[in-house]
């Protein structure tokens, strides 16, 4: 799967890069996040990819999103806060 980018270059699909996006948006929102944490919000972020993998390409608004609703749903909302601002 590959994932366009804001300003349309093309990449492949990184579930690390995601990962420490994460992981930095806890960092920098004073709320550590232990690797279970991490974990759980990132099968939840690859749950709703599958849901809607029937495009080839996935857009970074839409994996935002994703991120942002999981991190929401499982109480890190001031992650969540921190990464929206990213």
């Not at 690797?35 to 919000?41: C, G, N, R, T």
């Not at 029937?54 to 749903?73: C, G, P, V, W, Y």
Request: charged share 30%; glycine share 2%; net charge neutral.
């Amino acid at each position: 799967m590959t994932v366009i980018k804001k300003d349309g270059r093309i990449q492949d699909f990184d579930v690390e890069k995601m990962r420490l996006s994460v992981a930095n948006a806890s960092d920098d929102a004073k709320a550590p996040m232990s690797s279970s944490d991490l974990d759980l919000v990132i099968k939840d972020v690859m749950a709703s990819i599958e849901l809607v993998k029937t495009k080839q390409h996935l857009n970074t608004a839409m994996l935002r999103e994703f991120i942002i609703d999981s991190l929401t749903k499982f109480g890190f909302s001031k992650v969540a806060k921190h990464y929206s601002e990213y």
